[in-house]
Each structure stands twice: as structure tokens, then as C-alpha cells.
């Protein structure tokens, strides 16, 4: 939340949404009495190496019947400290206190009121040899067992749920899981900080947000505390400046950390894919799953898509017998859980996605595999197609039908399913990058990233001399894309290192017509509108582990994930794909020297000239999947 130049970084865009969710903030909820029918106490509950977690229980007044658990975890703070301090909802949405549950909530360790040592992405331990050996999935195991154990009414099934970081915690839950555990919901969590989630995306950096998120969630504590830390301000409302005027990412700790982040620096330690984040991936743990998943996602979330999507297909491969249902809606980090749903930007969906999704999704899982109540009919993979603005449903994702297909760079800004005919293997587009001047990832002048950039207009970029623009002829006919995207460019620099960023957009007609209500005068009329991006950094190209350096003016090879898509281009639009080597500050900037970057100094920062090959022997091209 900015306000006169100041961030407060505990409740950065993405971190502020979250703690809502967590102080139970739902308006819709509010209707219900959650003091007249529920009782509440506060608790510390003993871990197995004697470490207390401070958990809240709210139980039905009415003991009458049995009911199921649901727990949630959280490092943002459960809020509402004090016995008499009631939330003013509980659960993930407004349906379930009404219909009776118990909720547990928790701090997990090392967070607020609970005691312990806060690790980021604290990982697994395998072979765990004693009560020593703790981890994320053993504390959610000691809490349910706790609860089982000390709370009566309940019939003994356990369900768990959580948005980003909590949806991380939740995916903990499953690994190792407490026999009691029958449904989980991770939302929105990340599996791979390095590979594609919150703090690095293909190996590049994500400056904004993990300076923001580091600095709001992982400073040195001096102990158990109800307070969030003190803000940070950076002096200006424009992020982009803050950031190009700190200069080097090696300068962060000696200008504003002064080593009480701890995590900061360990990254600044580990810039490739070494041990440190290799043992924090997830997905090797995803295996004996037997419950079941519920997992979320949002086609524009900024924080955490690779996450959900990762997760999804390393069940399906490792558990097949899992009744694991994907859900992908039209939203950003977590929007499901708040708004209606109906829009995002200047982007309408025509319904209300996030309404259809909480009472016909979500609350049919958790009554059904908690409280055997109704039928779950929820198919492997319920998502929202953009563009035409429908749900959907198949047996599993991507769809049978989709077919793969190529979007190739033309001469003279072209882009068509047709390989190029040109002979000449030197026909190329070229730009220069300028680390003084990096290509912006949003027209919007703020210090954290926000979301509303994952569908921001994209023609303040178009219209750069560093940014390559490849279009479509006007569509005669609906091309639907769903399932994977793969960049496929060949390129060289002059440099001996490069990022690449490349961006599928959607650009609507000339006559396309504005928005009502239009408070902010934006023109619907050949609007660009970002439908997926994504960024990889050159030296990573043959290994995540070991950089290599491009050879100046060698035809180079970069092939790169741009994660799922689902979207419509409708007859009338094109179809665009933009090319850059910048994205700042989302991404830091490279130096376009082969160097250790998070220990680069001013001075290697270096202009370089990069070509983009579009010849019938080094054919730049997009894979699609392509509905028939």
C-alpha cells in the first residue's frame, strides 16, 4: 500500500490481500454471527521437538453433531489476537461457518505469536531421524494430531486450504500427510523458487517483488510478537527509478538491509540452480498422495502460475489414482478468493468467475470429501477460457484436442503458421539493449508490481525501438490456444550474456468499443492486451546449474517454457508476439556480460546488439497448442 512516496512492505500488493484473508476480512460473511455460534480459545500447541505454535480453535457451540476440521496455516499472521478477539469470518468463503466446522488456525514457526526459527521455503528433510528432524510437513502433522487428540465434536476428517505462501504450507501438509487428512486446496502455491515462482523466473531475478517480500516477511525477530515490522519507504513513488538508481543488485544489503535479511543474502550466494534451491523444490516430494487435491491457479497471477501448474501434472504423473482436479480461472494472485471476478483491468469476463468457482467448486469439495454431502461431480480440470469468456470442462488438461502448431517470425514484422521461405540463414530483426534504459514491465509508475500489469495494455512497449513487434494478418476465423507455449528463437548478441522476454498478445480491432463505465478513458481500439510472458536468461540455455556464455555474434538457440495458456483470439484481432531483453523492475537488469550478476559491479553493465533470426534455417517461432 503506497502512500506519499511510502511502501509498507509487510503489506505489499500481494502480501496485504493475503493478510485479509488471514484477519477473515470476507463482507459477505459478515451476516453470519460467528460469536453467538462459535466458541474460541487460543492455544500453544507443542511440536514434537517441544517448539509451540500459537493456534487459535473455533468449535460449533452446538455439540449435538460431529464435525470435520479445516486447518490453515500461515506465516502472514492469524490475527485477531486475544480469546475474546473474534474473526469476523472463517473458512475459505462464506458458506462454511454456517454449516459447521472446526477451524484451526495457526501461526507457523517463527512467525508472530509462535515460537521457533522462520526458515523461507524451509525444505523437506527425507529419512527424518528424530524428533529434531522438523519441517513443515511434520508440524502440520503434530497440529492435526493435536486437534484430534485435545478438541471434541469432531468426526474425524481433515481438510486444509490456503492461498500463496499458505498454499504452500498446504501442499507441506500433503507430504507425509496425517491419515486424517481427506482434502487439500492449495491455491496459488509455489513448487520452484528458482525455476519459475515468486524470486526468479528461468534463472532471472524477480528484484521487485523479492525485495519487497524479503523485506516485509524476513527480517531477524527478537522473538514471539503480535506486530508486523515497521514499513520501508522508498522515497519515491516510481519503483522504476528506485530501482535503475540503486544500480547493481549487490548494492541492496549495504544501502538498506545492513544484514538483517538474512535470506537476501543467501540468495546474493546462490544465483545458479545449485543444492540450495535444488532441496526446495517440491515436486520430488509429491508422491503417495491419496487424499484428495484441489488445486488453483490463475491465468494472470504475476507470483505464482508455474507453481499450481507443476503441481498438478507431477500428481497426475505420480499418483494417477489421485482424484486431483485443476482449476485455472481468469484471475490474479488469489483473486478467487475476494472479488467477484467479473473483471480484471480493462478486461471483461462477462460473469462473475470467482462467485461460479467458490460455491460451485471449491464448497462441493470440501462438503463432499469432509462431509460426505452432495456428489462430486467436478471433472479432472475446470477452466476459463479468455477471450471467448467460458468455463469449461475436460477429463484432463491440456485438452485431447488440442493440436501443436507453430507461430513463426515473418520479414518485415510478420507472423503466421507458415515457416519462413527466406534463404538467407542472415535474415534477421535486430535491437539494441541499453542497461541505462530497460524496457519497463508496466506504464504505471509504482514502487511494488501489483497485478493488473499481467493484462496491461501492451503498446507503450510496442512502440520502443528495443521491443520487436511480430503480428498476425487480421484473424478470419476463432484460433483457440490451450496447453503449453514454447519460445523457440535463435538468436545472437554482441554481448556475452542476455536475457529474452517474449510476450503473446492479443490485439483487439480498430473499432473495438470502449469499456462501460470507463473511468480512466482507456481506448478498447487496437488495445494489446498481454495474454502471457515470460523471461529466460541466456546462460542458463543449455544448464540451470552451469552458465555459459554466449560467443559475440554466434547464432545461439534459446528454447523456453512460457507456461499454459487458454485464451481465444477472436476473428477480427491478430495475434502478436513481442520480443525484448528487458523488464524492469520485475526483473533486474543483466549485465550483458558474462558475470556473477548478483556481484556485478556499475561497470560491467554494457550496451549490446542482439538479432533475432527469422530465415527457413534458423526459424524463430512459437509452439502452440492449437484447439481443432
Not at 493456534?55 to 455439540?63: E, H, L
Not at 484430534?148 to 500463496?164: C, K
Not at 486424517?180 to 523466473?201: E, T, V
Not at 549485465?591 to 554494457?606: L, R
Request: with cysteine.
Amino acid at each position: 500500500m503506497e502512500k506519499k512516496g511510502n511502501c509498507l512492505l509487510r503489506c505489499s500488493a500481494a502480501i496485504a490481500i493475503i493478510m485479509l484473508w488471514a484477519a477473515g476480512v470476507v463482507s459477505g460473511q459478515e451476516r453470519f454471527d460467528i460469536r453467538a455460534n462459535y466458541d474460541k480459545v487460543e492455544v500453544m500447541v507443542p511440536m514434537r521437538d517441544g517448539v509451540k505454535l500459537f493456534t487459535q480453535v473455533y468449535t460449533p457451540k452446538d455439540k449435538s453433531r460431529k464435525y470435520p476440521i479445516m486447518l490453515f496455516r500461515t506465516p502472514y499472521s492469524i490475527g485477531t489476537y486475544g480469546a475474546d478477539n473474534y474473526r469476523s469470518s472463517l473458512g475459505p468463503n462464506a458458506d462454511y461457518a454456517p454449516e459447521g466446522f472446526i477451524f484451526v488456525y495457526q501461526d507457523v514457526r517463527g512467525k508472530f505469536r509462535s515460537e521457533g526459527e522462520f526458515v523461507v521455503m524451509k525444505p523437506v528433510i527425507k529419512n527424518k531421524q528424530g524428533p529434531k528432524d522438523t519441517d513443515e510437513p511434520s508440524d502440520t502433522y503434530d497440529a492435526i494430531e493435536w486437534v484430534l487428540q485435545n478438541i471434541g465434536n469432531h468426526n474425524g476428517r481433515v481438510g486444509q486450504w490456503g492461498i500463496s505462501y499458505p498454499g504452500w504450507q498446504t501442499v507441506m501438509g500433503m507430504i507425509e500427510a496425517h491419515p486424517a487428512l481427506k482434502a487439500s486446496s492449495p491455491q496459488a502455491s509455489p513448487s520452484d523458487m528458482w525455476i519459475g515462482d515468486d524470486f526468479h523466473h528461468n534463472g532471472a531475478f524477480r528484484l521487485m517483488y523479492t525485495f519487497s517480500w524479503l523485506r516485509g516477511n524476513a527480517v531477524i525477530r527478537t522473538g514471539p510478537t503480535e506486530r508486523r515490522g515497521a514499513g520501508f519507504s522508498y522515497g519515491t513513488p516510481d519503483g522504476y527509478k528506485f530501482f535503475l538508481e540503486l544500480g547493481p543488485v549487490s548494492n541492496v544489503d549495504e544501502l538498506y538491509f545492513h544484514k538483517q535479511v538474512p535470506t537476501w543474502n543467501e540468495y546474493m550466494e546462490h544465483g545458479d540452480y545449485d543444492a540450495y534451491w535444488q532441496k526446495q523444490d517440491v515436486l520430488q516430494h509429491l508422491h503417495n498422495i491419496d487424499h484428495a487435491i484441489l488445486n488453483v491457479a490463475g491465468w494472470f497471477d504475476a507470483e505464482d502460475f508455474y507453481g499450481p501448474m507443476s503441481i498438478y501434472y507431477t500428481i497426475e504423473k505420480n499418483n494417477p489414482e489421485n482424484k486431483s482436479i485443476l482449476v485455472v480461472g481468469p484471475w490474479l494472485h488469489g483473486g478467487w478468493s475476494r472479488s467477484d471476478g467479473s473483471s480484471l483491468g480493462n478486461i471483461q469476463f462477462e460473469s462473475n468467475t470467482s462467485e461460479y468457482y467458490r460455491k460451485e467448486v471449491e464448497w462441493p469439495f470440501f462438503r463432499y470429501y469432509l462431509k460426505d454431502e452432495g456428489q462430486m461431480n467436478l471433472p479432472e480440470a475446470v477452466v476459463f477460457e479468455t477471450g471467448s469468456n467460458q468455463w469449461k470442462k475436460y477429463d484432463r488438461w491440456p485438452p485431447r484436442e488440442a493440436v501443436e502448431k507453430s507461430l513463426y517470425f515473418q520479414t518485415e514484422g510478420g507472423l503466421s503458421f507458415e515457416r519462413p521461405t527466406v534463404r538467407n540463414e542472415k535474415a534477421f530483426d535486430e535491437y539494441l539493449s541499453d542497461p541505462d534504459k530497460p524496457v519497463p514491465f508496466s506504464a504505471e509508475i509504482r514502487t511494488t508490481q501489483g497485478h493488473l500489469w499481467m493484462v496491461e495494455d501492451q503498446r507503450f512497449a510496442s512502440r520502443r525501438p528495443d521491443v520487436l513487434v511480430y503480428q498476425t494478418e487480421v484473424l478470419e476465423e476463432d484460433i483457440t490456444i490451450a496447453g503449453a507455449i514454447m519460445a523457440n528463437l535463435f538468436v545472437s548478441t554482441t554481448g556475452t550474456d542476455a536475457d529474452w522476454v517474449v510476450k503473446l498478445i492479443d490485439v483487439y480491432p480498430g473499432d473495438a468499443p470502449d469499456n462501460r463505465p470507463n473511468p480512466q478513458n482507456v481506448r478498447m481500439g487496437d488495445f494489446e492486451m498481454l495474454v502471457g510472458g515470460e523471461v529466460f536468461r541466456g546462460k542458463y540455455r543449455h544448464s540451470f546449474e552451469k552458465p555459459e556464455s554466449f560467443v559475440p555474434g554466434e547464432v545461439t538457440k534459446i528454447e523456453y517454457d512460457l507456461r499454459d495458456k487458454y485464451h481465444c483470439f477472436k476473428k477480427g484481432h491478430r495475434i502478436m508476439v513481442q520480443v525484448q531483453s528487458s523488464w524492469f523492475p520485475v526483473i533486474d537488469r543483466n549485465p550483458q556480460k558474462f558475470v556473477d550478476i548478483y556481484h556485478a559491479t556499475e561497470s560491467d553493465f554494457q550496451k549490446a546488439t542482439h538479432r533475432v533470426y527469422r530465415s527457413a534455417q534458423y526459424a524463430s517461432h512459437l509452439k502452440v497448442k492449437v484447439l481443432q
